[in-house]
Nanobody
Framework: QVQLTESGGGLVQPGGSLRLSCAAS????????MAWFRQAPGKRRELVAR??????NYADSVKGRFTISRDDIKRTASLQMNSLKPEDTAVYYC??????????????WGQGTQVTVSS
C-alpha cells in the first residue's frame, strides 16, 4: 500500500504565496510521476502541474505563478504558489503514479488540502 500525505494549505490574501508539500510512503519501488490537481466547488477536478521523467507541465491558468518540484530521494513533491488569485481557491490533491514492489504501477491520491485565497 502507498500513502500520500499533503500539507501546507490555508488561507492567504490575493497576491500572497503558499507552498504545498506531498510525501509518499509505503511499498514503493519507484515513483513514475507526481502531480497536483485541484477541485473548486461545483467544478471538476483539474490538473494544475505534473512532473514526470524530468519534464514538467502546467495548466495555462497557473503558468508563471506556480512551480512544481520533486525530490526522488525523499519521495516528496512540492507546489510553490505565488501571486495567488481568488480563482485559485480549491481543494488541492496530490497524485502519484507509483511502481510498487510487485512491479505493478498504480495511481494514488492524497486526502486533499484546502487553499483559500480571500481578502
Amino acid at each position: 500500500q502507498v500513502q500520500l500525505t499533503e500539507s501546507g494549505g490555508g488561507l492567504v490574501q490575493p497576491g500572497g504565496s503558499l507552498r504545498l508539500s506531498c510525501a509518499a510512503s509505503g511499498n514503493i519501488f519507484s515513483i513514475i510521476s507526481m502531480a497536483w490537481f485541484r477541485q473548486a466547488p461545483g467544478k471538476r477536478r483539474e490538473l494544475v502541474a505534473r512532473t514526470s521523467g524530468g519534464t514538467t507541465n502546467y495548466a495555462d491558468s497557473v503558468k508563471g505563478r506556480f512551480t512544481i518540484s520533486r525530490d526522488d530521494i525523499k519521495r516528496t513533491a512540492s507546489l510553490q504558489m505565488n501571486s495567488l488569485k481568488p480563482e485559485d481557491t480549491a481543494v488541492y490533491y496530490c497524485h502519484a503514479t507509483v511502481k510498487v514492489l510487485t512491479m505493478d504501477s498504480w495511481d494514488y491520491w492524497g486526502q486533499g488540502t484546502q487553499v483559500t485565497v480571500s481578502s
